[in-house]
């Protein structure tokens, strides 16, 4: 994209100039009406996603004829980017949002129903339209997808005798074994994040815990296996303050035995020397009568409205590419990430055999906000609270989620 | 205006009040720049602050420019949460814990440079580190010196022999605000300090050398010499530290996210989470008018004693 790096610097210096000028008059600047140059917003600002996610909107937009204009912004500051351009009416015309912020997003009616712009939205998998569904319309589509699941120390466990767990039981035996004097059995996410409510959501889910009502006896008895390991000594307490990040770290560095994480941390785990490491589903409480709910992650794509048909037009034909199978395996290939589509599965795992465990828990992973909708981020703050005060020890877990069932 | 002169003529009246006139101009000319800086920088945040307590204003707003009026509700909402009346505290404790600190440790380190040493020079500008620092990068660091089980902290103490289990510095719900405090203590030194030796060297040494011929000297020059002398210097240092402190956001975030358990939450980061995490930035709004509220509370102290001053 070299056209971008021009176009941006003169528009920066002409923006630093102009700013006080414009307060008034904000209206249209910056936006082109060559209908064959379309604007995108992401969050990939780091590579290599930024390069991967470059390159297939790039082989798409010249599938179509289209020019890209794209830009990047941080993570946290993509949806302040989004309200900000919503409310000057400068919506770029393929917008990147991550799938819990979907359906809020589209309950504003700022974007465009996919379906109607000839989008294809059939082949999905179930958490991928549900994450992208907002009143029975398809807004967001998602080309690759991720969860969570149980990593875990091959020579550690080999050295201890101890088989990667399946149950709970299980899974605090193991990490009771593997707890030594320097490394912990097992460790996860649990700080004052919608990070730690992520990593908290299988236990959850799999026990039958609902988002709607979290004073339950299911929810306690998952919040109890975490607190308990937390109370013995077998995860550390620190987890209260670790990100995602922080538990990899912990991971390869071998102070952990065991952690929770995704895919999206493989590309930082490979070609470390002496690192070996299994990846499985994560234990569920009693296995006859129960499967890992897996929550659905990863970032969807979508329309926003720009009051321009002939641009909604063209964005939907480059979309539609983007997501295509061909788009949608090559990302996943590049990124460690899986295609949304189930059907992609052999291909995809001809193609990366390792993320087999990943493959096979997106076809029932569940959406986040399937349930909630536009409710679910107060919902997602009420599970981390409780998950922070069973943890830190200031109520048992059923005081706990009773407790923050207040602060929704 | 001091451009007024007397002219006693008899002619003069009309004269006078043309030249009344356009130093009205004048007048408009000077202030014009200063009052449409303070309106647009200052006066249109807070007006729209406060009208934003006021609404209905969350993501919706932002692409079809609807609030809706709902009076008070924000308010009663926000103040009858589960949250407010610990976050409350909690900022309290923060400004306090950190102002108290602050100002101790500043103080004693701003008396200990008066002296000149070798290295004085350089020992003083070493102790403005923590200001030159961005914060994002700070409390990183912190966070990392007092993680519980790898935590420099720890393993200095543990080597010691002080403790033999790591001291969850930032995940106990009872230390977390202590932690948090003590690190916005050191990231405060300097400001008090810079400020505060600023002030001392204002006071003539002849004072001192009197004082000593009295027997004033260490414990009791400070008492009756120093502290009285500085006392200008201390209220702005104190006003500025509190407005300072209660809307310190970064550290929190960096150190603790406002957990464990909210128990690291204040005013600023709970306004902040509820504007640009639950986008509820109508309730967002009324928590930072209560913190406007306060800050001004603090300002308008400072005022009247700064005025008390003036007229001894």
Redesign the interface.
């Given at each position: 994209m070299q056209h971008k790096r021009t176009v941006s610097r003169r528009t920066v210096t002409a923006a630093g100039l102009l700013a006080p000028l414009g307060l008034a008059a904000c209206g249209n600047t910056g936006v082109s009406s060559d209908p064959n140059v379309l604007r995108v917003l992401d969050s990939y600002s780091n590579d290599p996603d930024n390069g991967i996610i470059g390159a297939a909107l790039e082989a798409a937009a010249q599938q179509v004829g289209v020019t890209l204009e794209r830009v990047s912004v941080s993570g946290g500051s993509l949806?302040?980017r989004v309200?900000?351009q919503?409310?000057s009416g400068t919506l770029p015309d393929i917008l990147m949002l991550d799938n819990p912020d979907l359906q809020?997003?589209a309950?504003?009616?700022?974007l465009k129903p996919l379906g109607p712009l000839g989008v294809p939205t059939d082949g999905y998998a179930q958490g991928v339209l549900d994450a992208g569904t907002y009143e029975g319309e398809v807004y967001g589509l998602a080309p690759t997808v991720n969860t969570i699941a149980l990593f875990y120390d091959v020579k550690a466990l080999d050295a201890a005798g101890v088989t990667p767990p399946t149950t709970w039981d299980e899974l605090r035996e193991a990490a009771a074994t593997l707890t030594t004097g320097g490394r912990?059995g097992f460790s996860f996410c649990a700080?004052?994040?919608y990070e730690n409510t992520w990593q908290f959501l299988p236990f959850f889910w799999t026990n039958g815990g609902s988002e709607r009502n979290l004073d339950t006896p299911e929810a306690a008895q998952a919040l109890e296996l975490l607190t308990d390991m937390v109370a013995d000594g077998t995860a550390?307490?620190?987890v209260?303050?670790w990100t995602q990040a922080d538990v990899k770290d912990q991971f390869i560095s071998g102070?952990a035995a065991m952690m929770i994480n995704g895919p999206w941390q493989l590309p930082e785990m490979t070609g470390i020397d002496g690192l070996e490491y299994g990846i499985v589903t994560l234990p569920v409480r009693d296995p006859a009568t129960q499967v890992s709910v897996a929550p659905l992650g990863g970032e969807v794509w979508a329309i926003p409205s720009t009051g321009n048909a002939e641009k909604e037009a063209k964005a939907a034909e480059v979309l539609t590419a983007f997501l295509s199978d061909d788009s949608s395996l090559s990302m996943g290939e590049q990124r460690y990430t899986v295609p949304g589509k189930p059907a992609l599965r052999e291909e995809y795992l001809q193609r990366r055999p390792d993320m087999e465990t990943f493959t096979d828990l997106i076809v029932d992973a569940r959406a986040r906000t399937a349930e909630l909708g536009p409710e679910w981020?107060?919902a997602a703050?009420s599970i981390y609270?409780a998950v922070?005060?069973a943890?830190?020890?200031?109520a048992t877990p059923a005081e706990a989620l009773a407790?923050a069932e207040?602060?929704r | 205006m001091t451009t007024t002169t007397e002219r006693p003529t008899t002619a003069a009246t009309e004269n006078r009040s043309s030249m009344k006139r356009s130093n009205r101009w004048v007048t408009v000319l000077f202030l014009g720049p200063a009052i449409l800086y303070l309106a647009l920088f200052f006066g249109y945040p807070v007006v729209k602050n406060v009208i934003m307590g006021f609404q209905q204003y969350d993501i919706a707003t932002f692409f079809t420019g609807e609030a809706p009026w709902v009076g008070f509700a924000n308010y009663t909402e926000v103040i009858t949460g589960a949250l407010f009346s610990k976050a409350l505290l909690n900022t309290f404790l923060f400004t306090i814990g950190s102002i108290v600190g602050q100002f101790a440790l500043g103080m004693a380190l701003a008396v200990f440079f008066r002296r000149r040493f070798p290295l004085s020079g350089f020992l003083r500008s070493l102790i403005l580190l923590p200001w030159l620092i961005p914060l994002i990068v700070s409390s990183a660091v912190w966070r990392w010196l007092l993680d519980t089980d790898g935590g420099a902290l720890n393993r200095f103490l543990m080597g010691v022999g002080v403790v033999d289990q790591g001291i969850p510095w930032l995940t106990s719900t009872s230390l977390a605000l202590i932690s948090v405090i003590a690190v916005n203590i050191w990231i405060g030194i300097p400001f008090n300090t810079v400020i505060l030796h600023g002030g001392l060297q204002g006071i003539p040494d002849e004072l001192y050398e009197a004082g000593a011929l009295d027997g004033a000297t260490g414990w009791r020059a400070f008492r009756h010499i120093t502290w009285p002398m500085l006392r200008p210097v201390v209220s702005v240092t104190l006003v500025l530290g509190v407005v300072y402190t209660l809307k310190v956001l970064d550290i929190i975030l960096g150190l603790t996210q406002a957990g464990p358990a909210n128990a690291t939450q204040t005013l600023t980061t709970q306004s902040y989470q509820l504007s640009f995490q639950s986008f509820d930035f109508g309730q967002g709004a009324a928590v930072s008018n209560i913190l406007i509220v306060i800050s001004l509370v603090f300002a308008v102290i400072y005022l009247r004693a700064n005025r008390r001053a003036v007229d001894e």
């Open positions: 949806i302040q309200l900000q919503g409310s809020q997003i309950s504003t009616t700022a912990y700080n004052a994040t550390s307490r620190s209260l303050n102070k981020p107060a703050k609270t922070q005060l943890l830190s020890g200031q407790e207040e602060y | -």
